[in-house]
T-cell receptor, first 116, second 115 residues
Framework: ETGVTQTPRHLVMGMTNKKSLKCEQH?????MYWYKQSAKKPLELMFV???????ENNSVPSRFSPECPNSSHLFLHLHTLQPEDSALYLC???????????????FGSGTQLSVL | KNQVEQSPQSLIILEGKNCTLQ??????????LRWYKQDTGRGPVSLTI?????NTKSNGRYTATLDADTKQSSLHITASQLSDSASYIC??????????????FGKGTHLIIQP
């Protein structure tokens, strides 16, 4: 286990549903991230939180709404999704903001989302 | 545009054999290069991180090499095991203080080890 836990592991939802993805890290890290992984495409960064403050929003549609109540928990609220939003949603954390620093990203196992 | 290209897209080898995965990138200025292993249904796990001054780094049977002049990296797996079946993702970091947005991910190489 990497110390990053995501729930649920699988989720099927209709386009009119509202659901939330949850991520919890037990590593004492200060930065948390949401990534989207679609089949045969590179990971796409969605949101970044540093010390509970959102520092990145990579032009993500408003039907995805992140929430970071504290540095250990991260949520992704979903509403009125489209079938093309079906993907693996990965949460990650790092001690400090990753990038030019040699900070390791620790990923959760992801939530496999299917939108019908 | 900063890009990371990985080859081959997929690879099948017999258990016990060695293999080498390739990563070419155009990211500039370059800060570091990472290799991740992603098992099916799991998140990626870090194997190595190399800065521009490092030529090689090992993690058990995994050895990564980096040529910052030609912007190429390789991941060599020695004496492959069934548990090595996974996708291997190359990630290159931009040197700009851009945070996580500076990471460029490759699409990965899907490796299958056959008994």
């Amino acid at each position: 286990e990497t110390g990053v836990t995501q729930t649920p592991r699988h989720l099927v939802m209709g386009m009119t549903n509202k659901k939330s993805l949850k991520c919890e890290q037990h590593l004492g890290h200060n930065a948390m991230y949401w990534y989207k992984q679609s089949a045969k495409k590179p990971l796409e960064l969605m949101f970044v939180y540093n010390f509970k403050e959102q520092t990145e929003n990579n032009s993500v549609p408003s039907r995805f709404s992140p929430e970071c109540p504290n540095s250990s928990h991260l949520f992704l609220h979903l509403h009125t999704l489209q079938p093309e939003d079906s993907a693996l949603y990965l949460c990650a954390s790092s001690q400090e903001d990753v990038g030019e620093n040699n900070e390791k990203l620790f990923f959760g196992s992801g939530t496999q989302l299917s939108v019908l | 545009k900063n890009q990371v290209e990985q080859s081959p897209q997929s690879l099948i080898i017999l258990e016990g054999k060695n293999c080498t995965l390739q990563c070419n990138y155009t990211v500039s200025p370059f800060s570091n290069l990472r290799w991740y292993k992603q098992d099916t249904g799991r998140g990626p796990v870090s194997l190595t991180i190399m800065t521009f001054s490092e030529n090689t780094k090992s993690n058990g049977r995994y050895t990564a090499t980096l040529d910052a002049d030609t912007k190429q990296s390789s991941l060599h797996i020695t004496a492959s095991q069934l548990s090595d079946s996974a996708s291997y993702i190359c990630v290159v970091s931009l040197y700009s203080g851009g945070g996580a947005d500076g990471l460029t991910f490759g699409k990965g190489t899907h490796l299958i080890i056959q008994p």
